[in-house]
Each structure stands twice: as C-alpha cells, then as structure tokens.
C-alpha cells in the first residue's frame, strides 16, 4: 500500500468512528455540559485531568474555560490537574503515582464541583483513585473514555456521567475525545449566553 492510500484510510475510519460516536454520545454530552453548568452557575469549579494524550486534553480544555472557545465570554473556574510537574512529581515520589490526581482532588475539590477525567482505556490507576477521592469529597463525576469504558465506568454512582466513545482503537478514541471537548465548551456557552446562530 503507498502512503496516501495509508493515510486516506485514517480519514475514512477517522469519519466512521465520528458516525457511530454521535449516535451515542450527544445524550451523555448534553448531560455533562448540563452538569457542568450547574456546577459553575453554583460557584463551583471543574477540575479535569488524564494521562499522556489524555493529560493533553485536559489542560485544553481547562485553556478554553478559562480563556474562551469561539467567542468572548466571562472567564470559567477550571483546574487542570495534570498542569504542575513539581506538584505531580513530589506527590507521586512521596505517595506513588496512583495518588498524584487522587491528592490534588482532595486538596481543591468541594462538594457541587465537578471532575473531568479523561481516559481511553478508563483504567488507568491515578484515574481509578482520582473517581475515589471526588466521590469522597461529594464531586459529580464525568469519565471521557472509550471500548468499554473500563474499571473508571464501573466505578462511576447516580448522578455521574460516562461518555464512553465506541471505538477499541486509542487513536480513534482520543480524536472524539477532542471533539467531545468542543462540544461541552460549544454547549457550556450556549446555555450561559444563549445560542448565538
């Protein structure tokens, strides 16, 4: 197979994967962004975190709240766990690598805030104690995974949402997850300064 023909292939199951996420995540995503709302109208914040590709994902989507998607808005309240390497380094030096959201959630988390954690695989074990410690502190959570949305679905309560994209391949996964992101800042947006078309 030549290059282009290797690469069209990617945009093919890139559009595929799309089609059948959308059949599946716009009810879940209308909920997180109804969630996440809610939580901001309360004075609360949303504190998001992942790994690698995921950890990326996660300060993006902190920026946009914090700065702005596609038009001027008030500023949001949004913390990106993943954002300091001093923090997650001594943390995961003094209390292992699981811990390094987990602390961070307990030490900025209050009831009525909300937690983004993204995955593709929703097993990673910092994911894992990062859903413990939001549900201990009374934090909505909302899990970005995908396949089968892993242990990090399992674990999720009533009042949680798992957005869970359909697809086993992690590239696939994260290239939704990004536009799962658009979506919740497109419908924070809206529902806080109306729909602008």
């Avoid at 949303?46 to 902190?62: D, K, M, N």
């Avoid at 998607?69 to 001594?90: G, K, N, Q, V």
């Avoid at 800042?185 to 078309?197: A, Q």
């Amino acid at each position: 197979m030549d290059l282009a023909s290797r690469i069209n292939l990617h945009f093919e199951d890139n559009a595929r994967a799309k089609a059948a996420a959308a059949e599946v995540l716009c009810f879940p995503l209308a909920e997180a962004t109804d969630a996440m709302v809610h939580c901001l109208l309360g004075n609360g914040k949303i504190l998001s975190c992942g790994i690698g590709g995921s950890a990326a994902l996660a300060q993006y989507f902190t920026s946009l709240l914090q700065g702005q998607f596609e038009r001027e808005r008030p500023e949001l309240a949004a913390i990106d766990l993943t954002a300091s390497m001093p923090a997650i380094s001594a943390m995961a030096n003094a209390h292992g690598w699981e811990q390094v959201f987990a602390k961070q959630v307990r030490a900025l988390g209050h009831p009525g805030d909300v937690l983004l954690l993204i995955s593709p695989r929703g097993d990673s074990v910092c994911a894992l104690a990062a859903i413990e410690a939001a549900h201990e502190r009374d934090l909505r959570v909302i899990a970005l995974v995908g396949a089968d949305g892993g242990q990090a679905a399992a674990m999720l309560r009533p009042g949680d949402v798992t957005i869970c994209v359909p697809h086993e391949r992690t590239s696939r996964i994260q290239e939704v997850h990004l536009l799962a992101i658009h979506c919740l800042c497109d419908g924070i947006d809206c529902l806080l300064m109306g729909d602008e078309t």
